[in-house]
C-alpha cells in the first residue's frame, strides 16, 4: 500500500485498517483474554465452535450419501436381453483379456475365462461394453 | 482411532449408523455400478477399468452373503485395480496368509462392521455368546461367523471360535488376549457339547456351558482348567463353536 492510495482511502477503510493493525499488534494472551472478557469461556466456544464445524461437515457428507443413493435409484434398470454365440463370445472374451494393456488398469477379480460358464461370459462381456474395454456390438 | 481404509469411506460418506450403509450407494460414490445376476462359478465378480467397476453378484445367494460379497468385491476394487485375480467368495473366514482375498475380506468386515460404530455396539452386551453374536449380526445385517469373528479377534472376551465340518476343523480365529500354546484339536472330541450337535443332530446349545478345557485342547495342562463352549449349527455338515475361557491362569503367557 502506498502512501498516495492511504490519502485516498475512505474514514471507514483507514478506521479498518487501524482494527487491523491493532488485532496484529496484541499478544495471543491478550486476544484471549479480551475474547473471553466479551464472550466468556475460551475453551467452551472453541468447543461450540468445533461441534459446529463438525455438524455442518456430517452433513455435507450424509448429503454425498444421500446423492448417491438417488443416483442408484435412478440408475437402475432391467438389462436388455440379448443373444450370442458362445464360442464367440468365449474366443472375445479370451481376447480381450490377453490385449489388455496394463496401462488400462483392467480389474478382473474373477475366475478365469475356461473355468466360467456360458451365462458368465456372456455376463462379463456385457460388463466389459459397458465400461467401454470391448466396442458394443452392432444392433446394440 | 484409527481408521481403516474401508472406515474412511464410510465416515466420508457421513455413515454413524449400521443401517446407513447402503453397500450400493458406497459402490457408486466410488465408481462401482452393482448388478445382481445368476452366477454359476461364484459368488461375485467384478470388472473394472479406468476408475469404472462393475461389480456383479450372484442373485441365488441370500441377502446377508451379497452383501459380504459386495463389501468384499469394493476391497478388490480399492486394494488391488490392475491386476488379474482368481476371486471365488467365500463365506466370511479367517484365511491363513496375507494373500488379496484376506484383504479384501478384512476391507469388507471393515465396510459392514465399522469398529467406530460396532465397539461401542457390542460393549452394551456383557457376555460373550451366541445370542450377542445374533444380536449384532441383525444391527448390522452380517452373518453370524463374520461378526463372531469380529467379536472374537476385537477381543470382546477371551475366547476362540472353532468352525468343525464332519471331516474334522476348517478354521478356527483366536483372540490375541488368548495365548497360542491354547490351539484347539483337529478333531472333536466326543465328550464335546459341539460333538453331539454336529453329529447327534441335538439343536443349537441355548448359552454356553461348562466343559473340561482338555475336551478342547491337547496340552498336558489343559486338564487342569474348565472353559465354556456354545455350538451353533452353520450348514447341514458345519457347526461353530466359541470356546470361552474363564480362567485366568489360561491367559497367562507361560503354562503352569
Known amino acids: ?140 | 482411532m484409527l481408521l481403516s481404509p474401508a472406515e474412511r469411506l464410510l465416515q466420508e460418506l457421513g455413515i454413524t449408523e449400521p443401517k446407513e450403509i447402503d453397500l450400493e450407494a458406497i459402490a457408486h460414490h466410488v465408481g462401482a455400478r452393482v448388478k445382481f445376476r445368476p452366477l454359476d462359478g461364484c459368488e461375485a465378480r467384478i470388472v473394472g477399468c479406468n476408475g469404472a467397476a462393475i461389480i456383479t453378484v450372484n442373485e441365488r445367494s441370500p441377502p446377508r452373503r451379497r452383501r459380504f460379497s459386495i463389501a468384499h468385491e469394493l476391497g478388490h476394487w480399492c486394494h488391488d485395480r490392475g491386476k488379474h485375480l482368481v476371486c471365488r467368495v467365500e463365506e466370511m473366514r479367517p484365511r491363513d496368509q496375507l494373500s488379496p482375498e484376506r484383504i479384501a475380506d478384512g476391507y469388507a468386515a471393515d465396510l459392514l462392521m465399522p469398529r467406530y460404530l460396532f465397539k461401542p455396539a457390542a460393549r452394551v452386551y456383557p457376555k460373550l455368546n451366541f445370542k450377542t453374536v445374533s444380536e449384532l449380526a441383525s444391527a448390522f445385517d452380517a452373518s453370524i461367523t463374520a461378526t463372531a469373528i469380529r467379536l472374537v479377534e476385537d477381543r470382546h472376551s477371551p475366547a476362540l471360535l472353532v468352525c468343525h465340518g464332519k471331516g474334522g476343523r476348517k478354521w478356527f480365529s483366536r483372540g490375541t488376549d488368548v495365548p497360542p500354546r491354547w490351539f484347539p484339536k483337529d478333531t472333536l472330541d466326543a465328550e464335546s457339547y459341539a460333538f453331539e450337535v454336529l453329529f447327534g443332530a441335538k439343536p443349537d446349545d441355548p448359552m454356553p456351558r461348562k466343559i473340561g478345557a482338555d475336551a478342547w485342547f491337547d496340552r498336558w495342562e489343559a486338564e487342569r482348567y474348565e472353559l465354556l463352549e456354545q455350538t451353533v449349527r452353520t450348514g447341514d455338515d458345519e457347526i461353530l463353536t466359541l470356546v470361552l475361557i474363564t480362567d485366568h491362569h489360561m491367559l497367562e503367557e507361560s503354562g503352569r
Request: with cysteine; proline share 4%; charged share 35%.
Open chain 1, 1 to 140: 500500500m502506498t502512501g498516495d492510495d492511504k490519502k485516498e482511502r475512505s474514514t471507514p477503510d483507514r478506521l479498518a485498517d487501524l482494527f487491523v493493525e491493532d488485532i496484529l499488534a496484541a499478544s495471543d494472551s491478550e486476544i484471549l483474554a479480551e475474547f473471553a472478557e466479551r464472550h466468556g469461556d475460551i475453551a467452551k466456544n472453541a468447543a461450540d465452535g468445533r461441534a459446529l464445524f463438525e455438524k455442518s461437515l456430517l452433513a455435507a457428507n450424509k448429503a454425498k450419501l444421500h446423492a448417491a443413493q438417488a443416483a442408484v435409484a435412478a440408475k437402475r434398470f432391467a438389462g436388455n436381453v440379448t443373444v450370442f454365440d458362445i464360442g464367440e463370445a468365449r474366443e472375445k472374451l479370451r481376447r480381450a483379456l490377453a490385449a489388455c494393456p496394463p496401462e488400462m488398469k483392467l480389474t478382473l477379480a474373477a475366475r478365469k475365462e475356461n473355468e466360467l460358464s456360458d451365462a458368465d461370459v456372456i455376463g462379463m462381456l456385457e460388463d466389459f461394453e459397458e465400461l467401454g474395454v470391448l466396442p458394443p456390438r452392432d444392433g446394440k
